[in-house]
């Protein structure tokens, strides 16, 4: 399974963004689901997924701004990133761990956001 992500841009602060996450099979058969992101010299780190148990965790930075949703009959995952900041600015992954455990992650999609 692949996964294919879209939808980063160039944004002013403030505005919003909604990226999509679209996988060659069945979203329904992964454990885990969501994005990370990787800021230039900083570490690649969670921004939100779905777990299998129907729960959804999102990093503080991201809390009352972004927005995870999926949709399983078109095997695609949204990130809705509204009230955007300069401190957004990143690569956003896509990334999954199968029912094996098995990590699987996008190409990556660019999103700056300007002051």
């Known amino acids: 399974v692949q996964l294919q992500a879209s939808g980063g841009g160039l944004v002013q602060a403030g505005g919003s963004l909604r990226l999509s996450c679209a996988a060659s099979?069945?979203?329904?058969?992964?454990?885990?689901m969501g994005w990370y992101r990787q800021a230039p010299g900083k570490q690649r780190d969670l921004v939100a997924h779905?777990?299998?148990?129907?729960?959804?965790n999102y990093a503080d930075s991201a809390k009352g701004r972004f927005t995870i949703s999926r949709d399983n009959a078109n095997n695609t995952v949204y990130l809705q990133m509204d009230k955007l900041e300069p401190e957004d600015t990143a690569v956003y992954y896509c990334?999954?761990?199968?029912?094996?455990?098995?990590?699987?992650w996008g190409q990556g999609t660019q999103v700056t956001v300007s002051s």
């Open positions: 990334h999954a761990v199968t029912l094996l455990l098995r990590h699987l």
């Open positions: 779905f777990t299998s148990g129907g729960s959804i």
């Open positions: 099979g069945s979203i329904l058969s992964f454990m885990i």
